[in-house]
């Protein structure tokens, strides 16, 4: 490194080149010796105090931050411990992650207390693999939901750790503590209309958040199998029907479709270089009991109850909005059926040592209803004629239809679906009857 200019300069201007000293070395030396011990006794003192200020300080709770003193805990903050680590936490997580049958997995589910992590986490579970959960329970919908299906969980014996997949220092903990053979990602933020509201939240999760999870497993050894969940929204606008998985998917029609077609380019390079084995899965609208609030079938149940309005959309020229309805145990067969078809990664420590699995998989029910015959079914089952309010489809990324070709399941693991609209509707409106109650007082 080059010394400034301002290194040449005398500390006493004037006295640069100094005089012949009129003291002896003896004195030179006593001089030395006795800065000596002043610098190291201030040092000790120094440090003294470090200790008392940061080890000794008072136990007492901290103060609650308020607007005239909005950092009055911050150095609190900064020394908290953090809320996961510790022998008993990790006995959770080995007793939770622990296989029970002599063929079976140890699998990490992400997002494990959403709507499809905590069906497949209970079915992996009933049928002997070691299941840890981890999801952060974020409030995009009502975390007490979220908090019910995880107590469900754990009467089963499934522990969910509170943590972001943005956490290296966690995942990386985690495979420590256990060997994941695999892992089911499934944590996500989801819905398309949101992404007009928070775009911030997609690029976190759909995309930060998928990277880092694959840089911790690209680093382990060995590196466990993945298989993730994408969606049919990547089609985007298509017309061409039913969609296959060989069809373009460049035209997404909202941001939370364009974060989950960046995902799989993202699988398909962390396969390239890294030998990860990685499987897409296209989820085509899932419904069932424990579901998503945002989703129609959900609200409009509720709202019909409440005798409220609610929308139908039509696309151009008076045309038919459908989806492919698929009840949630179907999607649950095919995530297990992909997780055990899924081969081994090929890497080791960040390193390809060679070729990977790399596929991409639609799971749907191949049968698209129109959305008003949702709400005819719904009507029925509910017993309660809704009032129903025709609207042109807005331009927020809900695409006119949906209609999913599963020949490539079904040559992988044998997919068939067998739950039509009719008999899953009829599942879910008693279970939301049972946990919500189905009166006006309801307050959802």
């Known amino acids: 490194m080059k010394s400034s200019h301002l290194d040449n300069i005398p500390s006493t201007p004037g006295k640069f080149k100094m005089d012949k000293p009129n003291y002896n070395n003896n004195n030179r ?16 003192i120094f440090l003294g105090l470090i200790f008392i200020f940061f080890f000794k300080s008072p136990t007492s709770p901290s103060p609650i931050p308020n607007s005239s003193n909005p950092s009055s805990d911050l150095s609190r903050r900064s020394l908290k411990t953090r809320s996961w680590g510790g022998p008993e936490w990790e006995k959770r997580v080995k007793s939770s992650s622990k296989i029970r049958s002599k063929t079976g997995f140890s699998v990490l589910v992400t997002g494990a207390a959403g709507f499809v992590g905590t069906h497949v986490s209970a079915a992996l579970k009933r049928r002997g693999d070691g299941v ?8 995009y919908y009502d975390p007490t939901l ?5 107590a469900l969980l754990e009467r089963s014996g499934i522990y969910i750790v509170e943590g972001d997949i943005n956490d290296a ?8 503590v256990v060997h994941f053979t695999h892992v089911m990602h499934l944590a996500a933020q989801a819905g398309v209309r949101y992404a007009m509201e928070n ?6 999760s759909n995309i930060a958040g998928f990277v880092n999870l694959l840089e911790v497993c690209k680093n382990v050894n060995p590196q466990p199998a993945i298989v993730w969940a994408s ?21 997404p029609a909202s941001l939370y479709a364009a974060t989950k077609k960046a995902g799989e380019e993202i699988a398909h390079t962390y396969n390239h270089i890294y030998g990860l084995s990685l499987t897409g899965l296209r989820f085509f609208t899932v419904y069932g009991p424990w579901g998503r609030p945002d989703m129609a079938y959900f609200f409009f149940t509720k709202d019909i109850l409440k005798g409220k309005t609610i929308p139908i959309f039509e696309s151009a020229n008076h045309g038919t909005v459908a989806r492919d309805f698929t009840y949630i145990d179907d999607i649950v067969k095919g995530c297990l059926g992909a997780l055990d078809t899924a081969e081994k990664s090929t890497g080791s420590g960040g390193k390809k040592k060679g070729a990977a699995q790399l596929r991409v998989i639609n799971l749907g029910n191949t049968s698209p ?16 004629k809704a009032k129903r309010r025709v609207m042109k489809l807005p331009r927020n990324g809900d695409v006119p239809f949906t209609h999913a070709n ?16 009719q008999t899953g509707l009829k599942k879910f409106v008693r279970w939301y009857v049972s946990y919500y109650g189905s009166g006006k007082k309801s307050d959802h």
Do not use: C
């Open 146 to 150: 979220k908090r019910a299906r995880q």
């Open 231 to 251: 969606s049919s929204s990547v089609y985007g606008l298509n017309t061409k029907v039913p969609f296959s998985e060989k069809d373009r998917t460049d035209q």
């Open 29 to 44: 030396l006593r001089w030395h010796y006795s800065y000596l011990a002043k610098l190291t006794f201030w040092s000790f």
């Open 132 to 139: 840890l959960g981890l999801d952060n329970f974020n409030d």
């Open 199 to 204: 775009p911030k939240s997609y690029i976190h």
């Open 169 to 176: 220092v966690l995942l990386t903990k985690l495979f420590e």
């Open 369 to 384: 209803v129109p959305v008003s015959n949702l709400v005819s079914i719904l009507e029925k089952l509910l017993k309660v």
């Open 406 to 421: 599963i020949s490539f399941a079904q040559r992988e693991f044998g997919y068939k679906p067998t739950t039509d609209l």
